[in-house]
C-alpha cells in the first residue's frame, strides 16, 4: 500500500513538472543512446582489430613462406660442399636455384667468412673477398649472431655493396663438428616486399611498418615510409625471430571507427531531445495530446524497429531479395561497392542477373528449397559479375525475413567479399607447389618434425625413389621413422637425436632403415634445429642416399682383407717352397756325392735309380706347388651360377668305383633348386676332394656312410659328413689344411688335397671349418659367398 502511494506521488510530481519530466526524459534516452553508442563502437574497434589480424596473418604465410624458401636455397647450396670442404658443381647447382626463385638476386658461398663463390658473378664481382666478419661493426655482428645460434638468420635490411638496399640469409655450415663457412642467399628488399604483401597502397584501410633492432646499438629502425607515429595509435604487431623483424599494422584513418557513430549520435540526440520535448508538451496539454502521444509512440517504435534493420555502416554487404522474383527490396552500401552497382540499379534488376552464369542453376536450386520451405537458411561460395565486367568472390549466408502477418516475405543475405583473400590463397598455393617442387628436386629427403615426439610434418616425395613409401604412408603414423630404423641402429640413432635435439645442436648421422621392399639403405641424415626463445620448435633435416659409397667402402675393405689373406698365403708359400725344395735340393746333392765316390757300378746304379726317383718327387713337388700358385695369383676367376645337387651327382659317378669297391652308402640331401656362384673346375675339385676323402679314410669296422647336405647360416654351406676314423683336432688341428701334412698313416695320403681346396675355397670368398673325433668320423662345413 505505501509503494503504490510512493508511485503515485512520483506520478503526481512528474504530472505536476512536466518541464522536469522533459529533461528527466531527455536524459534518460540520451542515456540509452550513448550506452548504444558505446557498445556499436566496441563492436566496430573489435571488428577492426579482427580484420588487421587477418591481414597480418596473410603478411605472416607469405613471410614464412620466403623464409622457408630461402632455407631450402641455402640448404642446397650447403650440399655443394662435399666432406672435404670443397664445393662441387657450384655454379650449375646456383644456377638452378637462381632459375627456380625468381625472387633471389644472388647466392654465395663464404667459407671462414669471406666471400669466395658467388653467382651470378656478373655485377657482383666487387663482393668477391669480403670478408663479413671484417666489413662493418653491423654486419659483423649478425654474422656472429648467425654463427653463435647455428641456424640460418637472415641480416638486414642493410645497403650492400652491390649498391642496393637488401636481406641477406646464411646458414652456418659445420663439417664434423667445425665451422666451415655460410651458405648465404641475397634478397632484394624491395622484391621482398613485393612478394610478401609488405608495402603501403594508397586507398588501403591499413598501414603496415616494418622495424628491427640495430644489433649493435640496439635501437628500432623503421624501413618503411609511413607518415604515421605508430606508439601514439592502436597496433597489431607479429616478430619473426630468424630476422628479429617486426611488423607493425595501423588503421590509415584513425577515425574510421568513429564515422559510423555519427549518425546514430545525432539520432538519439535529436530523439532524446524531441522525446523530451514531447513528454512536456504532453504532460502540458495531457487532454489535448492524448492521440499525439499515442502516434509519437508507435512511430517512435516503429523507427526504432527501422533502426535495428539499418545496416549500412555494416562492414560487409547486406540485401533483402524478394522470396518470389528474386528482385532487389534493399541493399546496403557495402554490397553496392562490391558488385559496382547503386541502390537505385539494384531496386530495377534481379539478384540471378549479376549472378555469375555458371552459378547460377545451384542459387536456383537453393532458392527453392528455400521457398519450399525444405531448409531454413544456406551457406555457399559464389560469384558474382561486377559493373565493370570483373568477376566478384563471395561468401554468401541466405535467410528467411518472415512477416508475422503475411508469412515468409523476403531473404535476408549477407555477403564477404573475398576475392582478393581467393587471390592471395591462390597465389600462396602456388608458390607453395613451386617450393614442394624444387624440394622434390633436391637428391634426397627432405623432412620436417616435432623435436619432442619425431612425429613427421612433412616429407618430400623422393622418400618414394629411396625408400619405396608413399609421403601419406610416410606421415601415416607418428612413429613411422622410428619403427622403420634398421634394428641394429634404432636405440642410438633415437637417442643420438634426442639429446642433439635437447642441446639445440645441428647433428649429422648415419644409419640403416628398412625400406618397403625389405631391402637396407643406408641414409645419412643431416638434421637442423630449429629454436625459439631457446627451446626447440622443429627439426628439419634431409636424408641423402648413401648405400653406393657405403658399398664401396665395404668392398674397398673386402679388399684390403683379401690382399693382406693374400700377403699372408705368398709369405706361407715361401716357407713351404723354401723347406721342399730345399730337402729335395739337399738330397740330389747328397747323392751326387755319393755317385762321385762310388766304388762300383753296381754302386753308382743304385745311387742313379734313387737319384730318378728324388727327381721325380721334385717334379711332383713343383707340380704342387704350381697349382697352389694358380690358385692364389688368379685375380679373375670366372663365375657362374651351378647347380649343386647336379655337381655332387656328377662327382659321385666319377667316384663310382671306389663307392663300389668300398661298398659305401652315400646319401644326397641337397634339392635341385640350390644354386651357388662358383667357379666350375674348383665347385668339382672341391666336392671330389673331399668326398674322396670321405671314402679312402673309412673305418675298417664297418659299412661306411656318407651325408650330404646343405644350409644357411650367414652364408650358404654344404656339410660332408661321414663315419670314418676321424681325426684328433687337439694334436692337429692347427696343421689339418697345411701342405705334406698327413695324420692316418694311410700310404696313398700326400697332404696335398686339403691344402689345395681350402685354398679353391678361400679364394672364391668362402671358408671351411672341420668338426672330427678319433673312431667316430669327420665333418667338413664348404661355405660359398
Request: charge should be negative; proline fraction near 3%.
Amino acid at each position: 500500500m505505501n509503494l503504490e502511494k510512493k508511485l503515485s506521488f512520483i506520478t503526481a510530481r512528474l504530472f505536476r513538472n512536466p518541464k522536469t519530466t522533459g529533461i528527466i526524459t531527455f536524459f534518460i534516452v540520451l542515456l540509452i543512446g550513448s550506452l548504444f553508442i558505446y557498445l556499436r563502437h566496441h563492436l566496430l574497434r573489435e571488428e577492426q582489430r579482427n580484420e588487421m589480424a587477418i591481414h597480418l596473418d596473410e603478411v605472416k604465410k607469405n613471410v614464412d613462406q620466403s623464409l622457408k624458401s630461402c632455407y631450402t636455397s641455402a640448404l642446397t647450396l650447403a650440399l655443394t660442399v662435399d666432406a672435404q670442404g670443397q664445393p662441387r658443381n657450384f655454379d650449375t647447382v646456383a644456377a638452378r636455384i637462381i632459375e627456380a626463385n625468381s625472387h633471389l638476386k644472388a647466392v654465395q658461398l663464404v667459407p671462414n667468412g669471406v666471400v669466395k663463390y658467388m653467382y651470378p658473378l656478373k655485377g657482383n664481382e666487387n663482393v668477391i673477398n669480403l670478408d663479413v666478419f671484417k666489413y662493418s661493426s653491423e654486419v659483423a655482428a649478425e654474422a656472429k649472431a648467425t654463427l653463435k645460434a647455428r641456424k640460418m638468420y637472415f641480416a638486414g635490411p642493410i645497403t650492400l655493396v652491390q649498391g642496393y638496399l637488401g636481406i641477406i640469409g646464411r646458414m652456418p655450415l659445420f663439417i664434423n663438428n667445425k665451422f666451415w663457412g655460410f651458405a648465404a642467399v641475397i634478397i632484394k628488399f624491395d622484391d621482398f616486399l613485393r612478394q610478401t604483401g609488405i608495402y603501403n597502397k594508397k586507398g588501403n584501410k591499413f598501414l603496415i611498418q616494418l622495424s628491427k633492432m640495430h644489433p649493435v646499438s640496439r635501437k628500432e629502425r623503421f624501413f618503411l615510409s609511413v607518415d604515421k607515429d605508430f606508439s601514439a595509435s592502436e597496433f597489431e604487431t607479429i616478430d619473426f625471430p630468424d630476422g628479429d623483424w617486426k611488423i607493425y599494422m595501423v588503421a590509415a584513418d584513425p577515425y574510421a571507427t568513429y564515422l559510423p557513430l555519427i549518425l546514430p549520435a545525432v539520432f538519439f540526440i535529436l530523439s532524446a531531445g524531441g522525446l523530451g520535448l514531447l513528454v512536456y508538451v504532453l504532460l502540458k496539454k495531457p487532454s489535448e495530446l492524448q492521440l499525439l502521444i499515442y502516434q509519437q509512440a508507435s512511430e517512435l517504435l516503429q523507427n526504432e524497429i527501422k533502426f535495428k534493420t539499418i545496416f549500412e555502416q555494416a562492414a560487409i554487404g547486406i540485401i533483402e531479395v524478394n522470396a518470389e522474383t528474386g528482385e532487389f527490396v534493399q541493399a546496403n552500401e557495402k554490397f553496392c561497392k562490391i558488385v559496382g552497382y547503386s541502390v537505385n540499379e539494384l531496386e530495377e534488376i534481379a539478384l540471378q542477373s549479376i549472378t555469375h552464369p555458371d552459378d547460377r542453376l545451384t542459387d536456383e536450386a537453393y532458392f527453392n528449397m528455400l521457398q519450399r520451405g525444405e531448409i531454413q537458411e544456406y551457406t555457399k561460395v559464389k560469384r558474382y559479375m561486377h559493373r565493370d565486367g570483373h568477376v566478384v568472390w563471395v561468401n554468401l549466408a541466405v535467410s528467411p525475413l518472415w512477416n508475422v502477418e503475411t508469412g515468409r516475405r523476403s531473404n535476408i543475405g549477407v555477403v564477404e567479399d573475398i576475392t582478393e583473400r581467393n587471390a592471395t590463397e591462390r597465389k600462396a598455393r602456388e608458390y607453395q607447389y613451386r617450393v614442394e617442387s624444387l624440394i622434390n628436386t633436391i637428391d634426397g629427403i627432405v623432412w620436417e618434425s616435432d623435436p619432442q615426439t619425431f612425429e613427421s610434418t612433412f616429407v618430400s616425395k623422393k622418400v618414394e625413389s629411396i625408400l619405396g613409401y608413399t609421403t601419406d604412408e610416410w606421415l601415416s603414423s607418428n612413429t613411422f621413422w622410428e619403427d622403420h630404423l634398421h634394428p641394429d641402429d634404432r636405440d642410438w640413432a633415437v637417442s643420438y637425436s634426442m639429446t642433439n635435439t635437447r642441446q639445440l645442436k645441428q647433428h649429422d648421422l648415419e644409419y640403416r632403415m628398412i625400406a618397403k621392399s625389405g631391402r637396407t639403405v643406408w641414409l645419412r641424415d643431416i638434421v637442423n634445429v630449429i629454436v625459439d626463445h631457446d627451446k626447440p620448435v622443429m627439426l628439419r633435416g634431409i636424408m641423402i642416399d648413401i648405400s653406393k659409397h657405403k658399398k664401396a667402402e665395404q668392398d674397398l675393405s673386402d679388399s684390403f682383407d683379401l690382399v693382406n689373406e693374400q700377403n699372408k698365403r705368398l709369405l706361407n708359400f715361401s716357407y713351404i717352397v723354401s723347406h721342399n725344395l730345399r730337402s729335395h735340393t739337399s738330397n740330389i746333392q747328397s747323392i751326387s756325392t755319393l755317385i762321385e765316390t762310388a766304388d762300383s757300378d753296381e754302386e753308382r746304379n743304385e745311387m742313379i735309380e734313387l737319384l730318378k726317383t728324388v727327381s721325380q718327387a721334385l717334379n711332383e713337388t713343383l707340380l704342387n706347388l704350381n697349382k697352389v700358385v694358380n690358385i692364389q695369383t688368379n685375380i679373375n676367376i670366372v663365375k657362374e651360377s651351378l647347380c649343386l645337387s647336379d655337381y655332387v651327382s656328377r662327382t659321385l659317378d666319377i667316384l663310382h668305383d671306389q663307392i663300389i669297391l668300398k661298398d659305401a652308402q652315400i646319401v644326397n640331401y641337397i634339392d635341385e633348386h640350390v644354386t651357388v656362384y662358383y667357379n666350375p673346375a674348383y665347385l668339382e675339385s672341391i666336392l671330389l676332394n673331399f668326398i674322396y676323402n670321405a671314402i679312402r679314410y673309412s673305418h675298417s669296422d664297418r659299412r661306411p656312410f656318407i651325408e650330404i647336405s646343405y644350409g644357411k647360416e650367414d652364408l650358404l654351406y654344404v656339410e660332408i659328413k661321414d663315419n670314418g676314423i676321424g681325426m684328433d683336432l687337439e694334436r692337429h688341428g692347427q696343421e689339418l689344411f697345411g701342405m705334406y701334412k698327413t695324420f692316418t698313416g694311410n700310404p696313398d695320403g700326400r697332404g696335398v688335397g686339403l691344402f689345395i681346396s681350402k685354398n679353391q675355397i678361400e679364394a672364391m670368398g668362402g671358408r671351411v671349418t672341420v668338426d672330427s673325433k678319433v673312431g667316430d668320423g669327420t665333418s667338413f662345413r664348404i661355405y660359398f659367398r
